[in-house]
């Protein structure tokens, strides 16, 4: 299972500034990577940057200028890592900052992103109890690769037979509920 998340300049009207990604390994460890992203146009508009969104992420423009890679370095990079496989989000705001990243880096995607409600009947993955979440130490930080780790270790969480959630199966466009065991 693979989770991607994004931040952003901000909300409408923004743009991708840090993209990260945790893949859930077959022995239940989980991999995670982060890249910002930096383009002179977007940096150089500073009607699209917002500073409550700074406040949010904590990233500068000024960090971006220094430390962000071009938007096709970033895009070959995540389809270096991702390809053929699909991914999943928790906005849909993620799909958009995946979208415009392509766009400005004139490469399409090679692995898909979809809503984690996919993976799940609607948000069972956010209803695991909260004192799982506290014992592996992990919360939304609003960086791109933490929360993709946040999504990793809840989905980690959901697996437990006490978390009580269940995995959909679509079987000819029926969807079928069974425990996670």
């Known amino acids: 299972m693979i989770f991607l998340d994004f931040e952003a300049s901000g909300a409408v009207?923004?743009?991708?500034?840090?993209?990260?990604?945790?893949?859930?390994?077959?022995?239940?460890?989980?991999?995670?990577?982060?890249?910002?992203?930096?383009?002179?146009?977007?940096?150089?508009?500073?009607?699209?940057?917002?500073?409550q969104a700074e406040q949010i992420h904590h990233i500068t423009r000024d960090e971006l200028v220094a430390q962000g890679e071009p938007p096709v370095a970033v895009m070959r990079w995540l389809n270096d890592e991702l390809a053929g496989m699909v991914a999943f989000c928790d906005s849909h705001m993620d799909k958009l900052w995946l979208d415009e990243l392509s766009e400005v880096a004139g490469i399409a995607p090679a692995f898909?992103?979809?809503?984690?409600?996919?993976?799940?009947?609607?948000?069972?993955i956010f209803g695991v109890a909260d004192d799982l979440e506290v014992e592996r130490g992990c919360r939304k930080t609003h960086r791109a690769a933490q929360d993709a780790e946040f999504l990793a270790v809840r989905y980690l969480m959901?697996?437990?037979?006490?978390?009580?959630?269940?995995?959909?199966?679509?079987?000819?466009?029926?969807?079928?509920?069974?425990?996670?065991?």
């Open 13 to 51: 009207g923004g743009y991708p500034i840090e993209v990260g990604f945790c893949v859930v390994e077959a022995d239940k460890s989980i991999r995670s990577a982060a890249k910002l992203i930096g383009w002179g146009e977007w940096l150089d508009d500073a009607s699209r940057w917002d500073q």
């Open 112 to 124: 898909g992103l979809e809503d984690v409600a996919i993976a799940f009947d609607g948000p069972e």
């Open 158 to 181: 959901s697996m437990r037979v006490e978390a009580g959630v269940h995995r959909v199966y679509r079987l000819d466009g029926e969807a079928v509920r069974r425990p996670i065991l």
